[in-house]
């Protein structure tokens, strides 16, 4: 194995590839389709990333969450329409995600009458916020759901295969 880097001010493909263990050579191996001097350019952003290159790395170093890191941070969709999933133990992601749906059946009431006319109106702006807000959270947290899944996948803690099936049966 290649001596550790001392460099600073690393980007995040860069310490998941160190975090992985593996060289410049050996991630480019694993992955296929990167050579060693794109992986570098990546690394040091002398070029931009493309979104096939983050699923290739997230797979090559078991690092599903950088495809979230790159939707959230460097893809200009992303940015304005995905949340950003925070890493979070399996009893947090639920307690956070019951808090908020307890939270938000309170309002459900009020968004009905808020929504009903299909107008929302100056008086009716702050409520409605408040709920837009809460379920903003909810989508935050079933994004750290996802994270969570991905990763006990990839560390082969869940059955890819049973899971996939399971997912992919009709109601």
């Given amino acids: 194995m290649g001596k550790k880097s001392i460099k600073e001010n690393k980007n995040i493909y860069f310490e998941s590839r160190e975090i992985a263990g593996l060289t410049r050579a050996q ?27 983050v699923v290739a790395m997230a797979d090559a170093y078991k690092r ?10 460097e893809c ?50 702050p409520d409605f916020v408040s709920i837009q807000k809460q379920l903003a959270m909810i989508d935050q947290t079933v994004e750290s759901l996802k994270i969570w899944v991905a990763n006990t996948v990839a560390n082969g803690q869940i059955n890819k295969d049973k899971l996939e099936s399971l997912l992919s049966e009709k109601k």
Avoid: W
């Fill in 64 to 73: 599903p969450d950088l495809c979230n890191y790159y939707c959230t941070h």
């Fill in 27 to 53: 991630a480019s191996e694993k992955i296929g389709f990167i050579s060693e001097s794109r992986l570098e350019k990546i690394e040091s952003e002398k070029t931009a990333i493309q979104p096939e290159d």
């Fill in 76 to 125: 200009r969709i992303g940015k304005d329409s995905v949340p950003v999933a925070k890493e979070s133990t399996l009893s947090e992601i639920v307690l956070a995600m019951l808090s908020s749906l307890n939270s938000l059946d309170t309002q459900r009431n009020r968004l009905i009458d808020i929504t009903a006319d299909g107008i929302i109106s100056d008086d009716e702006l």
